[in-house]
């Protein structure tokens, strides 16, 4: 059974402060993984995939990277306006995605 | 942004009663899926739609069923609403070609 455990699960953080949040998982043949912000009240907007370890991609102040267990999401001197819930998901079988609970970060000014 | 509208965007429904949420899409996206979102829980799938009149279930289907009768439509019912599917349902859609998911602005549904 596929598995994804986001950590850690609430993040506090100065403006200014940079950190990582970590999704690891456990699925039979990667095929990707995807990584999508939610605020409060929304539904869940699409970030980035990322195919196979080593792949890096960025926007704006956030870089995602990932490895054969686990990915990052590294937020770089984030703002206030970076407040959001983090999601990753890893797409199984018929490419049906298993999501994480997600990271609530908050960051103060 | 997606194309992607959800109705209502909020109901309050009784016991007992069927409720129906419906999703809509411009993106001719194959794919569409149905989840709800509950503290504690995260994003569960409760079904999804592979093309036209073609459905399966997701981990939490009991108690729910949907319709796809167009492209662009995906419906959920709840046949007989409970207070423990007051939830936030959120509708999402993909393509074929890269499966990232677009979500719809969810609906929040309160069984009293």
Redesign the interface.
Known sequence: EDQVTQSPEALRLQEGESSSLNCSYTVSGLRGLFWYRQDPGKGPEFLFTLYSAGEEKEKERLKATLTKKESFLHITAPKPEDSATYLCAVPGGSYIPTFGRGTSLIVHP | DAGITQSPRHKVTETGTPVTLRCHQTENHR?MYWYRQDP????R?IH?S?GVKDT?K?EVSDGYSVSRSKTEDFLLTLESATSSQTSVY?C?I?SVS?????????TRLTVT
């Not at chain 2, 504690?40 to 994003?43: D, V």
């Not at chain 2, 890269?98 to 969810?106: A, I, K, R």
């Open positions: 794919y504690g829980h995260g994003l799938l999804y592979y399966d997701g959120f999402a993909s890269d499966h990232e998911q677009y979500f719809g602005p969810g």
